[in-house]
């Protein structure tokens, strides 16, 4: 019998699909010791257009793998939205208001950033290269089975076969992977969710939109902030670049030449300049020159899907625009897409580790799903209210400019990523939520300025909440200088590192650091010094913080967390989400909470 000649290999995880989505995972994979490859079918990566808008959540994200200052260092920062509507004398659009862009002062990042999609893909690209993974490309994918022995901790039920698209004569084109797991993050088109027949629920709107990015040279006033224009012959967003440039969000309607063919706009038809002649009569009376060059366009018609389910036996995951399509004019796909992946990463993580139950897995589905069905139901709301009307003598059913203005501050906190709660679920659980009323379980952790004990140093919080695979463990100690809360802590050090405690037990008796990072907080105190609690408390100098006031707004960690002096106990998840709370003599409740989802 001939020896097969077809290359075969074996790995924890393998990702089809270079884009956001696909990116996040293996950025977050890599780093944490995980055997993972990534194909892509494009020969190139994106170097223009696509993407561009990354809201307040995502940079803490971002900040949490180490990526945000890099970001930040390119991107340009969106901090106010002004507003634009017909003047009913002459016909034109005329200034009515500007609002703070992001009205929430729980974020070290309130703003929204742009930066064009291949740049940013590049900061993860230039991440995992770090750690020796680059993107094989240009590779399709041709079969992916799941063996009926998927259920074995070990095994590499999944069965991809993968085509390399440019090969030498005499290579062989083929080759074939054996996977613990596999992502798709392949876009709208997911040929992994068309391989094992996973419906979009949703529907195709009559919206159509064009696009255009751009060097502009104009008169418009607020040609640097964004802004929500809307005219009598159409809506427009204007969203300000990295580099002077501008993207133009346009609208088109039934008397501009855009052909749908089985659902899909027809390009041929109209190009950039068309799109141009249509933004120049939503503008009048400010004009727009023409650019020297166009940076990239497309003409999109606006869907809103989700798909039926997000997993196939728990071994095969399908992510971002592979599973949610919605309009791009509120800056959510990138940020959905990342932000898939960054709930799925940490889950494998602990599975493939041997510390979860397969169960936990359920959980991205459960989480990710519920957020692409809110944000599909804001969209709707989002897109008829943009591309409606303004109310007019001539319009008396359209939306008045108080009432799209007070909508565009209440969306505020839905765009922005902070607003996200998950249900309860095996990792998020509410029973002690009055313990720590400010930390909202299922929520992500508030920006708080806390001191570091050992050398006054201040920190954000959510700088201390590293997305490195690990819980984090907030023990909120109290007042540790007063003799009876010192019991307490003693007591609950105890219970907490105990072998049938959650530590050691989720940890299974290892190195229970390899799981969790325990930092306490101690309320105020002048006098305070890092020795003075337990070694659990402070396994490095650098894990002990108090919350005392700075001249940075510190201080009221307590008050504004809502913890008693009597201490708490606060789980955040790998991916900065509140998991669990209890008081110090519910460590029982803890055990439960990592007994449910551990070995």
């Known amino acids: 019998m001939p020896i097969s000649t077809v290359r075969t290999s074996y790995i924890d995880v393998l990702i089809i699909g270079a884009g956001p989505a696909g990116l996040m995972a293996c950025n977050a994979l890599v780093k944490a010791g995980i055997s993972v490859r990534i194909v892509d079918k494009r020969p190139v990566k ?94 399709l994918p041709v079969s992916i089975q799941i063996s009926q022995n998927s259920t074995e901790p070990d095994a590499h039920p999944v069965r991809v076969v993968l085509k390399h ?54 008169d418009f006033p607020d040609i640097r902030n964004k802004c929500a224009i809307h005219s009598n012959h159409g809506s427009c967003m204007l969203i300000p670049r990295e580099d002077d440039k501008v993207r133009l969000y346009i609208q088109l309607g039934s008397s501009e030449p855009v052909g749908i063919t089985s659902g899909r706009v027809d390009k041929d038809q109209m190009g950039p300049e068309q799109l141009l002649n249509v933004a120049r009569k939503s503008m009048a ?120 203005t007070n909508a565009f501050s209440k969306f505020s906190s839905f765009t922005s990523g902070i607003s996200i709660c998950y249900q309860e679920s095996a990792i998020v659980y509410s029973r002690h939520q009055a313990v720590a009323r400010g930390l909202v379980i299922g929520m992500r952790v508030p920006a708080q300025q806390l001191t570091r004990v050992a050398d006054g140093r201040q920190f954000e919080v959510q700088n201390l909440l590293l997305s490195d695979t690990r819980f984090k463990v907030l023990v909120f100690t109290g007042d540790v200088s007063d003799a009876t809360q010192k019991v307490k802590v003693n007591k609950l050090v105890a219970d907490m590192g105990a072998s049938d405690g959650f530590l050691r037990r989720y940890s299974h008796g290892g190195n229970i650091f390899a799981a969790f990072d325990i930092i306490s907080i101690a309320s105020s105190n002048d006098n305070i010094r890092y020795i003075d609690v337990p070694d659990l408390l402070r396994s490095h100098w650098s894990k002990f913080y108090v919350d005392r006031p700075t001249r940075t707004g510190g201080g009221n960690a307590y008050e504004k967390y809502g913890v008693q002096l009597t201490g708490a106990v606060v789980i955040i998840r790998p991916d900065g989400y509140v998991g669990a709370i209890a008081p110090f003599d519910c460590v029982a409740d803890l055990n439960a909470y990592f007994g449910g989802i551990g070995k």
């Open 46 to 139: 994106v170097a223009a257009g696509q993407a561009d808008g990354i809201q307040p959540r995502t940079l803490e994200v971002l900040q949490s793998y180490g990526l945000a200052d890099r970001f930040l260092a390119e991107a340009n920062q969106l901090h106010q939205v002004a507003f634009y509507n017909p003047n009913p004398e002459t016909g034109g659009i005329e200034f009515t208001n500007r609002i703070v862009d992001v009205q929430d002062d729980t974020t070290p990042y309130p703003f929204e950033a742009t930066l064009h999609q291949g740049a940013i893909e590049d900061m993860f690209l230039d991440s995992m290269k770090s750690h020796g993974i680059e993107v094989d490309r240009p590779i």
């Open 165 to 218: 698209v440019d090969v030498f004569e005499g290579q062989a084109d083929s080759e074939v992977v054996h996977a613990k797991y596999v992502i798709g993050g392949d876009g709208a088109h997911s040929w992994v969710r068309k391989a094992f027949d996973i419906e979009m629920e949703g529907e195709q709107t009559d919206y159509v939109w064009g696009v255009v990015d751009m060097i502009p040279d104009t």
């Open 285 to 404: 009376p400010y004009t727009i020159k023409q650019p020297k060059s166009i940076d990239w366009w497309t003409i999109y018609r606006i869907g809103q899907r989700v798909a039926r389910s997000y997993s196939v036996d728990n071994r095969v995951f399908i992510a971002g625009d592979a599973c949610h399509t919605h309009s791009p004019k509120a800056g959510q796909g990138m940020n959905a897409s990342m932000n898939d992946t960054h709930n799925l990463a940490w889950k494998l993580v602990h599975v493939i580790r041997g510390w979860a139950k397969p169960l936990l897995l359920q959980t991205y589905e459960l989480e990710r799903r519920k957020y692409a069905q809110d944000l599909i139901d804001f969209d709707k709301k989002f897109a008829k209210m943009f591309s409606g009307k303004i109310q007019s003598a001539e319009n008396h059913d359209g939306i008045s400019v108080a009432e799209f």
